[in-house]
């Protein structure tokens, strides 16, 4: 379901970096319609996080939302973040 979804490892204001933790920015238009379900509040929102999380290594999502334009850095074309469905989404995933 995940298979060539690039993802960057990022680390959540105020928080030190953890072995058994990690916060991952999936793209929005990954071509597998995961934003679908990590966006619109759907039932299969942590289900999806909780696989991406696992395929990753990790056991299970403990959140997950979508970024706004202002969190992220120059690396992430700033005209794709001007449309919200194209903004990437923040898994955060734990052991």
């Not at 238009?29 to 909780?50: F, K, P, R």
Request: hydrophobic content about 40%; overall charge negative; aromatic content about 6%.
């Amino acid at each position: 379901m995940f298979i060539g979804a690039a993802s960057l490892t990022l680390l959540p204001n105020g928080t030190q970096a953890s072995s058994t933790e990690a916060t991952f920015l999936v793209p929005a238009a990954d071509g597998y319609g995961v934003a679908e379900c990590l966006i619109s509040n759907q039932a299969c929102g942590q289900v999806v996080a909780d696989t991406w999380c696992e395929a990753q290594g990790y056991t299970r999502a403990i959140s997950f939302r979508q970024v706004e334009a202002e969190e992220t850095t120059g690396s992430i074309r700033k005209v794709s973040m001007t449309v919200p469905e194209h903004r990437p989404i923040s898994i955060t995933c734990s052991n």
